[in-house]
């Protein structure tokens, strides 16, 4: 498994909750980490991503700017979403994805072909 995405549960709306990427394989290579979530019935989404291989710049979606952070630990080998003023909207398998190795992006991309490598998601809940 390269990518181990972890941390999801059932949570009050408003409440926050922090979700875990661990990477590893040829995902410690990928220059771009993406968080994309899927609710019941609806398709994938963006929501948000990070250059992992050249210093943390990150791009949101606009539903989510202001309430989700994305941030990286190098020597942990893990991608971080922070979710703050959470809303039953909010509720979807979130997934953690990874570009392909030696594939080099000059703006970090949103759209979701670009990203090869997937985790098996993680559930979160938010309840009204």
């Known amino acids: 498994v390269q990518l181990q995405a972890s941390g999801g549960g059932e949570v009050q709306s408003g409440d926050s909750l922090k979700i875990s990427c661990v990477l590893s394989?040829?995902?410690?290579?990928?220059?771009?980490i993406a968080w994309f979530r899927q609710a019941p019935g609806k398709e994938r989404e963006f929501v948000g991503n990070?250059?992992?291989?050249?210093?943390?710049?990150?791009s949101y979606a606009d539903f989510v700017k202001g309430r989700f952070t994305i941030s990286r630990d190098g020597s942990k080998n893990t991608v971080y979403l922070q979710m703050n003023s959470l809303k039953p909207e909010d509720t979807a398998v979130y997934y953690c994805?990874?570009?392909?190795?030696?594939?080099?992006?000059?703006?970090?991309?949103?759209?979701?072909?670009?990203?090869?490598?997937w985790g098996q998601g993680t559930l979160v809940t938010v309840s009204s």
């Open positions: 994805a990874g570009t392909e190795e030696g594939i080099y992006y000059i703006r970090i991309p949103e759209y979701l072909s670009a990203y090869t490598i």
């Open positions: 394989g040829r995902t410690l290579r990928s220059h771009v």
């Open positions: 990070i250059d992992w291989m050249y210093g943390g710049v990150t």
